[in-house]
């Protein structure tokens, strides 16, 4: 093979002549060639930009939870990772890291299995560890905005071991970002990653909320626009909750086809709209296809900025189609 390199082209990668210059070197000689994509390990930044602007910067906190296990009324946080960090609120552009946080806590049983399977904390890294309300709360009163990749998981968890949390904006960049008209095939953290030319060690608080920063940094290839803006533009707008109220039992398909859950507590189909004209259009679509334009009563809760993402509720009212 080497017969088609050049002299210059060619590599000494004995052990002697080991050294991150000449890794690099080859790297960008693979990344060259339109055939080759190349994936760096992920080295957490301090500085993403300099010079801000004149006008007052924001704070945000990236946070992520790593858990016994999926149960809000029976698991626990194992670990809790924070990033503050400064960003212009007009543009969305991030400037620095201000300071981290990753503590540990002993959840008071065994951790299972299965979840050491996915983030390979163990009993002994935990055993005897507390993580301190005081050291949270202070770190929180910096940030105007909270930001995790499913904050839907994240904030109940956090919520219910902190009840600071529930005086913050809350944003989702799993689902405040519109990923696939961006273009992207998924909308999993690692893989959103990948796409930018990275690879780190997934699921750990810390480095979750490393990759995460560094996401929110790039610039969309769609909107061409920094994705952390396209989440703050978000944060404002109130979710609606449609609960499609005694639908007939034949039309659970459909429901589902259409993005809708069922609860079972309540025992009610329900899906989470985005606009006032998402509502109008998927009202008028129920009483169509759902309720076969008889008379029916639906449920609709409205779910502010601090309370997006929680499980507390929002204000509901009862609207007859």
């Known amino acids: 093979m080497t017969a088609f390199l050049n002299k210059q082209d060619i590599l000494d990668l004995s052990p002697a002549q080991e050294s991150t210059e000449i890794y690099e070197a080859l790297a960008q000689k693979l990344q060259s060639n339109s055939n080759y ?14 010079n801000p602007p004149e006008r007052p910067l924001s704070r945000g906190i990236i946070l992520d939870t790593e858990t016994t296990g999926m149960d809000i009324n029976k698991d626990k946080i194992i670990e809790l990772g924070m990033i503050l960090f400064e960003f212009d609120p007009q543009t969305g552009v991030i ?9 540990y806590e002993d959840p008071g049983f065994p951790i299972p299995a299965e979840s050491t399977a996915v983030h390979h904390i163990t009993d002994e890294m935990v055993k005897g560890k507390f993580i301190s309300d005081q050291e949270v709360a202070q770190f929180v009163s910096k940030a105007n905005v909270i930001i995790a990749h499913n904050a839907g998981f ?14 913050y ?6 689902k405040d970002i519109d990923w696939k008209q961006e273009g992207f095939g998924s909308a999993k953290l690692d893989y959103l990653v990948y796409t930018q030319g990275y690879f780190y060690d997934a699921h750990r608080a810390d480095a ?6 560094e996401l929110l940094s ?3 290839p769609s909107s061409q626009q920094p994705a952390l803006l396209q989440l703050l533009e978000s944060l404002n707008q109130p979710q609606i909750r449609l609960f499609a109220i005694g639908s007939p039992f034949e039309t659970k398909d459909l429901l589902k086809q259409r993005n809708y859950r069922w609860s079972a507590d309540i025992r ?8 006032e004209r998402d509502l109008e259009a998927e009202l008028s679509w129920l009483k169509r296809n759902v309720y076969e334009n008889r008379k029916a009563l639906v449920e609709v809760e409205r779910i502010g900025g601090k ?7 929002g204000e509901k009212k009862q609207i007859t189609l």
């Not at 400037?95 to 503590?103: A, R, S, W």
């Not at 994240?154 to 005086?167: G, I, L, Q, S, T």
Request: aromatic fraction near 14%; hydrophobic fraction near 40%; proline fraction near 3%.
């Open 218 to 220: 790039a610039t969309l």
């Open 307 to 313: 309370v997006r993402y929680s499980q507390r509720g």
């Open 95 to 103: 400037y620095k890291v201000i300071k981290n946080f990753d503590e």
């Open 169 to 174: 904006m809350w944003g989702c960049s799993l």
């Open 37 to 50: 994509k190349v994936l760096r390990r992920l080295s957490p930044r301090t500085v993403f930009n300099e």
């Open 268 to 275: 009610s189909w329900h899906r989470t709209l985005a606009t």
């Open 208 to 213: 979750d909320c490393c990759a995460l920063l």
């Open 154 to 167: 994240d904030r109940a968890f956090v919520e219910a071991r902190w009840p600071v949390f529930e005086d």
